[in-house]
């Protein structure tokens, strides 16, 4: 059979490892990694060394490795395959490169990653063009966000809780927050903005796999604090969806063993005031993403809102968090804080000051 004698088509290689097809091309035209013999009408069949060659593009470029380097490695992975017989040893990880110098490239990204668009930090951009075919590149970011973003665009789950779990192992939630999962997010998101709708199957699958991660360190975080001690009231306000940043502090305040209630997405005003009352927490945190839903009258309720035995009576602290609250100032009982790392610091500090008997 010419599958035998030739190796397996593109299709067959890229749903095995978990690519489309265009990304094997265009690592075959872009990097030169394709297989060593063309089939039949110049069809690209893949042997068995080709196939670990790709498999190496895929693991290195999922790390964070830039695309031209990870080829040249992977390159070596088929040559040794091809000169004993079997699948070289993988290669170490390498280091990304100091300011790394690339031949010139064609317009548009073989990779789609290489062309989502770099978060909004006001960071030095160097190295990379920007425009229309190529779109703009991620910056100067973390390995590991390269890497995640080029998990993201694949599909590639597996890879995507991999990358996550090793950063928030290495770096601490607020890193990986800050300088991994957001940047990322927010590149995603800029991407699909700007491509007719394209890359919306992307960000709802990194989302996933970013929350997935956070509750995972929310439910793995051992507590700090004693069983009683009153929770961190965590909510979007009414017709807000975006819950991913407090999932982050969630995440951020369990790392600290401080103890939250999660209520989610567009919680209703008459629902908030019963959970605060119920629950009599140290600190709410609004998120309003936009400032069409920041609600300041709400936020202005629920810091007046006491709670606690005659003559020790207290109030929560209101975080108000996310930019739909910009502009103004924050009222009695309230801070706005400028990111994940202040607010996480604020309210541990909340708890430091509180009294013992007036927990709960």
């Known amino acids: 059979m010419a599958t035998t004698t030739h190796g397996i088509t593109t299709g067959a290689v890229a749903r095995r490892l978990g690519v489309s097809p265009t990304t094997v091309r265009s690592?075959?035209?872009?990097?030169?990694?394709?297989?060593?013999?063309?089939?039949?009408?110049?069809?690209?069949?893949?042997?068995?060394?080709?196939?670990?060659?790709?498999?190496?593009?895929?693991?290195?470029?999922s790390s964070g490795v830039p695309p031209a380097e990870a080829a040249r490695a992977a390159q070596r992975v088929r040559a040794g395959a091809e000169a004993g017989g079997a699948p070289a040893a993988r290669p170490a990880v390498p280091a990304p490169p100091?300011?790394?110098?690339?031949?010139?490239?064609?317009?548009?990204?073989?990779?789609?990653?290489?062309?989502?668009?770099?978060?909004?930090?006001?960071?030095?951009?160097?190295?990379?063009?920007?425009?229309?075919?190529?779109?703009?590149p991620l910056g100067d970011v973390r390995q590991e966000c390269r890497g995640l973003a080029r998990a993201a665009v694949r599909l590639d789950g597996p890879s995507m809780d991999r990358i996550l779990q090793e950063v928030l192992a290495q770096h601490g939630l607020v890193t990986a927050w800050e300088e991994v999962m957001a940047p990322t997010l927010h590149a995603v998101g800029r991407k699909w903005e700007s491509s007719d709708d394209r890359y919306v199957e992307v960000e709802h699958l990194l989302s996933w796999h970013v929350s997935t991660a956070l509750r995972?360190?929310?439910?793995?975080?051992?507590?700090?604090?004693?069983?009683?001690?009153?929770?961190?009231?965590?909510?979007?306000?009414?017709?807000?969806?975006?819950?991913?940043?407090?999932?982050?502090?969630?995440?951020?305040?369990?790392?600290r063993g401080l103890p939250t209630r999660m209520f989610g997405a567009a919680v209703p005003a008459e629902a908030l005031d019963a959970a605060v009352r119920r629950l009599g927490p140290a600190a709410v945190a609004l998120w309003s993403q936009a400032r069409s839903t920041a609600n300041h009258a709400l936020a202005r309720h629920v810091a007046g809102t006491a709670f606690g035995v005659r003559g020790a009576r207290t109030a929560p602290l209101v975080l108000l968090a996310g930019p739909g609250w910009l502009g103004g100032r924050p009222g009695p009982g309230m801070v706005r804080p400028a990111g994940l790392r202040e607010a996480v610091d604020v309210i541990a500090r909340r708890y430091e000051n509180r009294a013992a008997p007036g927990e709960g």
């Open 98 to 136: 100091v300011e790394p110098v690339e031949p010139a490239e064609p317009e548009g990204p073989a990779d789609p990653a290489e062309g989502l668009p770099a978060p909004a930090d006001g960071a030095p951009r160097k190295g990379r063009r920007s425009g229309p075919a190529s779109g703009l």
């Open 216 to 255: 995972r360190a929310v439910v793995a975080a051992p507590s700090a604090v004693s069983p009683g001690a009153a929770p961190v009231v965590l909510a979007c306000v009414p017709a807000e969806q975006h819950t991913l940043p407090l999932e982050a502090l969630a995440a951020g305040l369990a790392e």
């Open 27 to 61: 690592w075959d035209q872009r990097y030169g990694i394709g297989p060593a013999v063309r089939g039949d009408g110049r069809h690209r069949r893949w042997s068995p060394a080709d196939v670990a060659m790709l498999e190496e593009m895929c693991r290195l470029t």
